[in-house]
């Protein structure tokens, strides 16, 4: 059966006292849910801008654009130099030293480097 063609009456409530919370979706959403941390994963591995809006276009049929995309990773930056700058503690009894072996890409190509690694484990987290 067709649905009738035409205008459909709607009777939305009014609420008053600004009480109504949505249930699906938050109130006043800037990004949706989920993007960012896929963004973020893909800024991780290596991949441009540009790349990461080819990936979104290509997977999910998403035109990210740059600037959004470039906002999503100057947040994640401006927390990484944030955690990059905090004060240390003067000693730490246990330090741990390791490297991690990565393949980065670094001016155009894909090249193996170690990223050290040192842990340091305080007086008061023992």
């Known amino acids: 059966m067709i649905p009738p063609v035409g205008d459909v009456p709607l009777e939305i409530p009014r609420a008053w006292l600004s009480t109504f919370e949505p249930a699906r979706i938050a109130k006043y959403p800037r990004r949706l849910p ?13 991949m441009s801008v540009r790349e990461i809006r080819r990936h ?45 072996r990565l393949q ?9 480097k170690a990223v050290h690694l040192a842990l340091g484990i305080g007086a008061g987290d023992c």
């Open 34 to 46: 989920g993007v960012d941390a896929h963004v973020i994963r893909l800024y991780a591995r290596g």
């Open 104 to 112: 980065i890409r670094d001016e155009g190509r894909v090249k193996n």
């Open 56 to 100: 979104g276009l290509k997977l999910y049929g998403w035109e990210g654009w740059p600037d959004l995309i470039s906002t999503i990773t100057d947040e994640v930056l401006a927390e990484v130099e944030q955690w990059q700058t905090r004060p240390l503690d003067r000693m730490y009894p246990i330090v741990d030293f390791d490297a991690l």
